[in-house]
């Protein structure tokens, strides 16, 4: 999907915002890998201080946030659709996010009492998730600051639709 036209650098701006409310979750879920390797934290620590700057914003109830994005910027038709697609990207994937720590929540629970697969989530998959959805926001917030629109397999196809005028 490719749509012609250019951005403006507000734009750019208000379209990688919303970056980070997946991203800040994606950190939650990466962490002990993060900890782990001193080579990902020195590579992540520009993003560890844009986090703790928009702290305050990201502490509202993120059912708040998400409802608000939704309404007032992706289903808006008067907000550029650069940022209602990039909004509509960064929700989409952070609902990515909370089914899979629900779903990880619900094995855990199901089979919590044996080691190995609490050590399977708790060590590789959550990490994975969440390093896997640090990597979106990266490579979105890259796109966005090229004024190109972002990409991902699934997610991008989605948003789209969330975007087009027939939604």
Do not use: K
């Not at 951005?7 to 991203?23: D, N």
């Not at 094995?107 to 896997?132: H, K, M, Q, W, Y």
């Amino acid at each position: 999907m490719v749509w012609r036209g250019s951005t403006s650098t507000g734009e750019r701006l208000l379209a990688a915002l919303p970056y980070l409310f997946p991203l800040s979750e994606a950190f939650g879920f990466a962490s002990t890998a993060i900890f782990r390797l001193p080579l990902l934290q020195l590579l992540l620590s520009p993003l560890t201080l844009l986090l703790r700057f928009f702290r305050p914003v990201l502490g509202l109830p993120s059912l708040l946030v998400f409802f608000v994005l939704l309404l007032a910027v992706v289903r808006n038709p008067r907000v550029p659709r650069f940022i209602r697609y990039n909004t509509a990207m960064a929700l989409i994937t952070d609902i990515a996010l909370t089914l899979a720590a629900i779903t990880f929540q619900l094995i855990l629970r199901l089979f919590g009492n044996i080691d190995s697969i609490r050590f399977v989530i708790g060590e590789t998959l959550f990490p994975l998730v969440g390093l896997a959805a640090i990597a979106v926001c990266v490579y979105a917030f890259v796109q966005v600051a090229r004024g190109r629109y972002t990409e991902v397999p699934g997610i991008s196809t989605t948003a789209y639709a969330m975007t087009s005028d027939g939604y």
